[in-house]
């Protein structure tokens, strides 16, 4: 599967993942998920990165993140990456690398997939089969932004406002939402365009971008080029 450069754009949302190396986990237990939570905390408020969406699986996790400059999330992923792992090591007595690569991450279209990018992340344990509800898995934002817990490191999109006048409309909004669930579409997308780097939105978003990056954002169609006509 062919991959993009990594682009970062501050002020746009960017769908992140990131697995463990030969799929092996990442966690052997709850304090190693909190050793995580942590570290995420700490370096998104140090390098001004929105942290909207997460969800700790066993051997890989997403995120939803926006950044406010052009480095501040290579700069997060980076030092949380490392710290993460020298933490991981000494505390299980193993060495050398624990991520598959870097992680991997796309620009996604807020007005068109940022909600649905929520979604995807919550019932991710949901596909997985380790859950029957996203409110059943304690290690995501789901439960945030329906009410049930407080996480402080969590910070609302301006899209969430707009679900509701008050803080318990916006929750039944929301698990309205994730309740409606993701189409096989929506989730084959949203998979591929994180693996690969490639945008996801609009085809007016895409061009946009495309106008002010120069950067190639989408794979070319299949088939081969047309002539020109004289």
């Known amino acids: 599967m062919a991959r993009q450069p990594r682009l970062t754009l501050p002020g746009f949302p960017h769908h992140v993942i990131q697995r ?9 237990d709850d304090h190693d ?10 370096h998104a408020a140090r390098t001004r990165v929105a942290l909207h969406a997460y969800v700790l699986m066993d051997n890989h996790f997403h995120l939803l993140l926006t950044p ?8 997060m992923m980076q030092a949380v990456g490392r710290s993460y792992v020298r933490y991981f090591n000494n505390r299980h ?13 796309s620009l ?14 919550d019932l991710n344990p949901v596909r997985a089969g380790v859950v029957e509800g996203p409110a059943d898995f304690a290690w995501s934002s789901h439960r945030h932004y329906i009410g049930q817990q407080v996480n402080k490191w969590v910070t609302p999109h301006a899209l969430i406002w707009g679900l509701g006048n008050t803080p318990f409309a916006r929750e039944v909004a929301y698990l309205d939402m994730v309740q409606a669930g993701v189409s096989p579409a929506q989730q084959a997308s ?8 490639w945008t996801l939105g609009s085809e007016k ?13 989408t794979p070319a169609k299949a088939g081969r080029p047309r002539l020109a006509k004289d």
């Open 20 to 28: 463990g190396n030969d799929r092996q986990a990442i966690f052997k």
């Open 33 to 42: 998920r909190l050793r995580l939570l942590g570290l995420w905390a700490e």
């Open 68 to 75: 406010e400059t052009e480095t501040g999330m290579p700069e």
């Open 93 to 105: 007595g193993r060495t050398g690398t624990l991520w598959e690569g870097r992680y991997r991450s």
């Open 108 to 121: 996604i279209d807020t007005e068109q997939y940022l909600l649905t990018c929520m979604a995807y992340i």
């Open 190 to 197: 949203l998979t591929h365009s994180a693996l690969t780097g």
């Open 205 to 217: 978003f895409v061009h946009s971008l495309k106008e002010r990056t120069g950067h190639k954002l």
